[in-house]
């Protein structure tokens, strides 16, 4: 989130080892989730096994008005006065191997808190056999503060809106079908790097794209994976908005048919390059290239295909005590206490737990989602080491946890790689990369020699 207040922290920051600072960890404690403990029904998943199914569903996630909006300081805990346009989840649900992962694109600035997550995550897998769950928020600066998920009326929006998420998923599941893929991957000059001035800049100029079909070529799912920070409508609008990926979505579902979904890239140093262009004409600018892409894509059915995944929470320090007395102030005076305690709550004990979920799909198709702000070069070192012949990484998934920052964007500093906004410990990003090419690997059935 953007902080008015910044000059102000900054005066603060020669006092900041008088504020307390957590201790480095050695190493990222890790609590795996075993995906073989979820035990979906075999019956109902039976036909996942033939072959690769999908299905796709989408749920109105809108808050009523009154809401505090999430993603700039300046607002503090001003509430929305209506809605722009609406904000939704779209789920996309993929079998294969008699096994199930769901991607769902939120209009959210970010995931829900632990607590709802968890309540949809049990759901899911109870009611739909899912076990592998990315909820990968669109990073919209004009969505609620999920963070208040004990604070009303935002406790009370949040039931409703997990309950719009999780049953998005299970209608999809419910809507399984034999579909066959194409996955496609263009770079386009729609982005910028807005954090670093030395050569070269980091950049993920790609747009990837996840196209199913079923086997009679009747769309079924675009799935969209871009980065860059949707802040394309002012400041100044008190309104609920999906910002860019709602108009792309709607532009790429008016063209090409079937559900779109938007899955926010490595978005933490990137912005949109406008040129100009308001929400409306950057999102249809940007689905004109999805729309570009399916258009050259040629749907298989794939053969035998296989489907894995594992989750982990990790442990790591932090640079920055949010709780020491004088932090809390400055941070309650720059946005407003009910948020500042929530992120409290979340690095309570001096430390950050990002989560990190990574599924394969047929041993060549990775997905990795992260619950924090991925800078963008992050994803690009992870591609060029996974060796798969498609990656997505995804930011905002899964939970959320500020930015994480590369050890050379800290040294360079600027907003998003300090300490401010990033109380994670140093090199803390470099290390669950590190921890996703490992998993990557263990989820390959065969392995390079």
């Not at 899911?124 to 963070?147: K, M």
């Not at 008190?238 to 532009?251: C, V, W």
Request: overall charge negative; some cysteine.
């Amino acid at each position: 989130m953007r902080n008015p207040w910044r000059a102000v922290f900054l005066a603060f920051l020669v006092a900041l080892p008088f504020l307390g600072r957590g201790l480095a960890q050695d190493a990222p404690a890790t609590q795996t989730v075993d995906p073989e403990s979820a035990g979906a029904r075999e019956a109902e998943l039976a036909e996942d096994s033939r072959g690769l199914v999908a299905g796709a569903a989408r749920a109105d996630i809108t808050p009523p008005p009154g809401l505090p909006l999430w993603g700039y300081g300046s607002r503090r805990d001003t509430p929305a006065r209506g809605t722009r346009d609406p904000l939704e989840a779209t789920a996309l649900v993929i079998g294969a191997g008699g096994r199930r992962m769901a991607l769902v694109g939120l209009d959210l600035g970010r995931p829900p808190a632990r607590e709802a997550m968890k309540a949809i995550e049990d759901r899911v897998r109870t009611e739909a056999g899912v076990e592998s769950l990315f909820l990968v928020a669109s990073h919209t600066h004009h969505g609620p503060c999920v963070e208040l998920e004990s604070v009303e009326p935002t406790a009370s929006w949040i039931e409703t809106a997990s309950e719009g998420i999780g049953g998005a998923v299970i209608e999809a599941a419910r809507s399984l079908r034999p579909a066959k893929m194409a996955v496609l991957s263009r770079k386009v000059d729609l982005n910028r790097n807005r954090h670093s001035r030395i050569e070269p800049v980091p950049i993920d100029p790609a747009i990837r794209v996840l196209h199913l079909v079923d086997l009679e070529d009747r769309p079924i799912a675009t799935a969209v994976s871009f980065s860059a920070h949707p802040t394309t409508v002012s400041a100044g609008v008190l309104e609920y908005s999906a910002d860019y990926p709602g108009h792309l979505r709607r532009l790429v579902e008016r063209k090409v048919g079937g559900v779109c979904l938007f899955l926010q890239g490595a978005v933490g140093d990137l912005s949109c390059r406008r040129d100009g262009k308001d929400d409306r004409g950057f999102g249809e600018s940007v689905g004109e290239e999805v729309v570009a892409l399916v258009a050259e894509a040629k749907p298989v059915r794939l053969e035998s295909p296989s489907l894995a995944y594992r989750g982990e929470e990790l442990r790591f320090g932090v640079r920055l005590r949010i709780d020491a007395p004088l932090t809390y102030a400055l941070y309650s005076r720059a946005f407003f206490p009910e948020l500042v305690d929530a992120y409290v709550k979340e690095y309570e004990g001096g430390a950050v737990r990002p989560r990190l979920t990574v599924a394969l799909l047929d041993d060549r198709i990775g997905f990795v989602g992260v619950s924090g702000e991925l800078f963008s070069a992050h994803a690009v070192r992870l591609r060029e080491r996974a060796r798969l012949e498609h990656l997505f990484v995804f930011s905002c998934t899964n939970g959320y946890q500020q930015y994480f920052p590369t050890i050379e964007a800290t040294a360079e500093g600027g907003y998003g790689a300090d300490e401010l906004v990033s109380p994670i410990e140093i090199g803390a990003g470099e290390r669950i990369m590190d921890r996703a090419l490992i998993l990557l690997y263990e989820l390959r059935r065969r392995r390079d020699p």
